[in-house]
């Protein structure tokens, strides 16, 4: 049909189809928008674009189809309209001054007197705090055109419109277009037109408008609050209001703000009114009707007021409440732990809140805050109270001024984080975990706020100290607090200030132990000269009661009051002590080294505080110090230092390297040296001296063995002559004569054996040393001499050998002439060269005198041997038949004389007889036997 129309009337007409509100229309149906598009896309088929549609909306469709219709589906839907666009509502404001505020001329002229003289009122009265750009009346135009209603009222009720609309509180038919916002502007002109000049129209007037739109679980609310006896009319409105600003962004719902909405009048009393609000909201919140966060105010819904019921009816601890107050103050605003006082000063202190402690309470110093919710608050308003409270001065007390509200939300935010722990489980209907998360939401934006206001609270708090209210000009939190706490310590540490001459660091502490010189104040004395005498006397108590002080309890001792020294201070004042030696410093039974590499650091170390101790030094005798230092000068090498500290550790240093070399000596000694007995005394004498470990007890040991250290100063002289020098003429000189004892028996000169006794009696001497240069020079002629008689006795064993070769050769001729050539008499020579060879290698006449012997019982024995070879010669010639001469040759036997004899010892004329008759017989025998006999 529309085809047929559209050929009728020719190729260049077009026909359009006006869709007004299809927002309406479609609704949440997808159906009927795929009717839609049916339709759309026949008439693009049949009519070839001469047939157009044209829907219009309240809203964006895209706004509309949200969640609701597939985004695919919607897409295509989308594609059959080529044309968007987009009606705004921006001027909605100038639609409605044209059609519903039009003003006659006398009205104008009336509005625009009122205008000037209310120009001052109503820039102060229509003001807003923390909200978007709420405009008011620019000039008297803008007045005339906009009253009775203020201009901001145009773009916020739209909004308004928006927001109710989305957040699903009104049904599909609310829109926020001029049509709906003209109808709220109408149905509001209409509730003030028969008002008297100066009248304004309070924002809650436009709830009529909306209110049959609204879903029943919103509209109820209001009914049912209007039904509550214990509400009254100005609260109700004021409810609608707070409905209405329920979700807007752009205004916070405070108690000013909601002020500026309930405007009737532009002479209306700001502050009466300010009041009246603020009672209606304190009704309302009893109620539960709304809930207060923080400065604003929230509408709630029927399952918010219930869970708000149930939130103001859940039973919280009070310790609770204070933990939470606890955290507040000390986790948030006055997190520090201890007070930097100055660079080198940090006092830790206690932390106490409405008198119960919050941490570890071991510290000199407290910071007390008492607040509304403490017990005894009511009689902490009294300053006298305060002042009594705070006269032992063992804390700073911070009384906060009285605030309903921090306990309020306090007890809110508590009940409310134990309330959404027992609903933290997933088993919650949807609406009612939205409404959870928002509680939990609002709730840390109120532990926000609640530390904001604590902040408040504790900057304009009243602070005492020491029986003293203080008056503290910096009004900041942490600064006050910190203020109160420098008040104290300025009046419980009272001889902070002995320690004038500060110290910050290691360095400067082992500085104090080593250096020379004190420093000195203006006048002369010791810079820290207060603080001396203090450590000093209490270190006297201490010893007076036989109590070992160690440096973690020096430490302890002078960091609480009344002095309140540092770490490096207390062990600076120390260092100081004992560099004059006023004290010791002692570990392991034994007096420390003060310039030990990396002490100070020990001290301060968990097993160092603990390991070392200090005590009072004995005073030191002048007399003693003077004897000490004197004979220093003869003892050490170096400068003698002028300090008895010093000077105790250089003879400290000095005896024990002495000691270290008489251990030395003395073990040479005790191999046969002498001084052992000197050396045992003197290393006595030094470990005594070293056995006392403070300076006072040993110069006093010193003084009084004066005498024992001269003579060992004396000794040590003869010593190291000895031990670094003459030790090895004494040693040569004695080896020496263990080499010429053999000898001295061939020895018959008088004068050379006087010599050697003479020798035996300086190496027996206790104290040789005059005397051993002499040594050398007496063995030397002993030498001598053993050395030639040594000489002519070789040349004897030389001799005798030559002489044995020429009798063996003379043998042989005589015994054996006819065979001599067939022996072998270079065999036979060997034995007696290997005797005589050897004998220029030994050392001692008695080595040469047996190599003689050896060489007299050679002889027979070659002799023997020159008759067996012999003999072996004949019997083979016999056996070979060479008879010849060999028949006439006798062999040769060896008679041994004084074997022959029948006793070694011959008496009497017949025992020579009978030992000549047996001697006869025995060679007749021999002779009778065809043998040649040899004589031995």
């Known amino acids: 049909m529309v085809k047929q129309y559209l050929d009728q009337k020719g190729p260049q007409h077009r026909l359009i189809f006006m869709v007004d509100e299809v927002g309406q229309y479609i609704g949440e149906d997808s159906k009927l928008m795929l009717n839609l598009q049916t339709v759309v896309e026949d008439l693009g088929t049949y009519c070839l674009g001469k047939a157009w549609v044209v829907v219009t909306s309240q809203e964006a469709m895209d706004e509309i189809t949200k969640n609701k219709i597939k985004g695919e589906d919607f897409s295509k839907i989308i594609g059959r309209f080529y044309r968007p666009l987009n009606l705004s509502s921006a001027n909605t404001d100038e639609v409605i001054k044209l059609r519903l505020l039009g003003k006659t001329d006398a009205a104008r002229a009336g509005l625009e007197a009122l205008y000037s003289q209310k120009i001052a009122i109503l820039k102060n009265q229509i003001a807003f705090t923390d909200s978007a750009d709420m405009p008011g009346y620019s000039n008297s135009q803008d007045f005339i055109a906009a009253y009775p209603f203020v201009p901001y009222q145009f773009n916020l009720l739209q909004k308004v419109f928006t927001q109710i609309r989305l957040m699903g509180s009104a049904g599909k038919h609310l829109a926020s277009g001029e049509r709906s916002l003209l109808d709220a502007f109408q149905v509001a002109s209409q509730a003030v037109a028969r008002q008297p000049l100066g009248v304004l129209v309070p924002f809650h007037t436009f709830y009529m408008a909306v209110e049959g739109f609204l879903d029943g679980i919103i509209s109820q609310v209001i009914i049912q609050a209007q039904q509550n006896p214990q509400l009254q009319s100005f609260d109700i409105e004021l409810l609608k209001t707070l409905f209405m600003v329920k979700y807007l962004k752009e205004i916070r719902a405070n108690l000013d703000n909601l002020t500026t909405l309930s405007l009737n009048n532009i002479d209306q009393d700001k502050l009466t009114l300010r009041q009246e609000v603020d009672e209606a ?524 070769r020429e009798k063996l050769a003379e043998y042989v001729t005589s015994a054996h002439q006819d065979i001599s050539a067939q022996l072998d008499l270079k065999n036979l020579t060997q034995d007696i060269d290997k005797v005589v060879t050897s004998v220029d290698q030994v050392a001692s006449i008695d080595s040469a005198i047996a190599r003689e012997s050896e060489l007299e019982n050679i002889l027979p024995q070659l002799l023997q041997k020159v008759d067996q070879q012999a003999n072996e010669i004949i019997q083979r010639q016999s056996k070979n038949g060479s008879y010849g001469q060999a028949t006439c040759v006798k062999p040769i036997v060896s008679v041994q004389v004084a074997r022959i004899a029948t006793k070694s010892l011959l008496e009497t004329p017949q025992d020579v007889d009978v030992y000549l008759e047996t001697l006869r017989k025995t060679l007749l025998d021999q002779i009778h036997q065809n043998h040649r006999i040899r004589i031995e």
Not at 518 to 525: M, R, S, V, Y
Not at 548 to 556: F, K, N, P, T, Y
Not at 570 to 596: D, F, I, P, S, W
Not at 623 to 651: C, E, G, R, T
């Open 281 to 804: 909201l304190r009704r309302l919140e009893r109620q539960t009707i709304i809930q207060r966060n923080g400065d604003e105010y929230i509408f709630l819904t029927h399952e918010e007021q219930d869970i708000g019921r149930e939130i103001k009816n859940t039973q919280v601890d009070s310790e609770k409440v204070l933990k939470e107050l606890q955290q507040l103050v000390w986790d948030s605003i006055y997190t520090d732990k201890e007070l930097k006082y100055t660079q080198r000063h940090r006092y830790p202190f206690n932390r106490k809140l409405d008198e119960q402690t919050f941490g570890h309470q071991t510290n000199d110093l407290t910071l007390h805050i008492v607040t509304p919710n403490a017990e005894s608050y009511t009689a902490m308003k009294d300053d006298a109270f305060c002042i009594g409270t705070t006269g032992g001065g063992y804390e700073v007390l911070v009384r906060l001024p009285d605030n309903q509200r921090l306990l309020n939300d306090l007890n809110i935010l508590v009940k409310t984080d134990k309330y959404l722990n027992l609903k933290s489980s997933g088993n919650n209907a949807p609406s009612i975990q939205r409404i959870l998360i928002s509680r939990g939401d609002e709730n840390s934006k109120r532990r926000q706020e609640l530390k904001e206001i604590l902040e408040e609270l504790i900057a304009s708090a009243d602070v005492f100290a020491c029986g003293s209210k203080l008056d503290i000009r910096n009004r900041d939190a942490k600064s006050l607090l910190s203020e109160g706490l420098k008040y104290l310590v300025d009046n419980v540490y009272q001889k902070l200030s002995y320690v004038s001459s500060g110290f910050e660091n290691e360095d400067q502490v082992s500085n104090a132990l080593t250096r020379d010189t004190q420093e000195q104040d203006i006048t002369g004395q010791a810079a820290n000269a207060a603080a001396h005498s203090e450590m000093r006397a209490w270190l006297m108590e201490e010893t007076r009661v036989h109590r070992q002080v160690s440096i973690r309890a020096l430490g302890d001792k002078f960091a609480r009051r009344p002095y309140g020294w540092s770490e490096f201070d207390t062990l600076g004042v120390m260092a100081e002590l004992a560099n004059k030696c006023v004290v010791e410093l002692r570990h392991a039974q034994g007096n420390v080294n003060l310039r030990e590499k990396g002490l100070v650091a020990q001290l301060r170390s968990r097993k160092g505080m603990d390991q070392y101790t200090i005590r009072l030094a004995d005073i030191i005798d002048p007399a003693s110090l003077k004897i000490a230092k004197d004979i220093a000068s003869h003892l050490f090498n170096s400068k003698v230092s002028s300090d008895p500290q010093l000077l105790f550790d250089d003879y400290k240093k000095v005896l024990k390297e002495r000691c270290k070399e008489l251990e030395g000596w003395l073990t040479q000694a005790e191999g046969g040296l002498p001084f052992a007995k000197l050396l045992q005394t003197n290393l006595t004498l030094l470990h005594d001296l070293l056995a006392n470990n403070g300076a006072a007890e040993f110069f006093g040991c010193f003084r009084l063995r004066r005498d024992e250290m001269e003579e060992y100063i004396e000794d040590v002289q003869k010593l190291q002559s000895f031990f670094n020098v003459q030790i090895k003429l004494f040693q040569q000189a004695r080896d020496d004569l263990k080499t010429l004892e053999p000898e001295l028996r061939h020895i018959n000169d008088p004068n050379l054996l006087k010599r050697v006794d003479l020798v035996k009696q300086i190496l027996a001497m206790s104290d040789p040393t005059t005397k051993i240069p002499e040594l050398a020079m007496l063995l030397k002629p002993v030498k001598d001499k053993v050395q030639q008689a040594l000489t002519s006795q070789i040349y004897q064993v030389q001799t005798k050998g030559k002489a044995m």
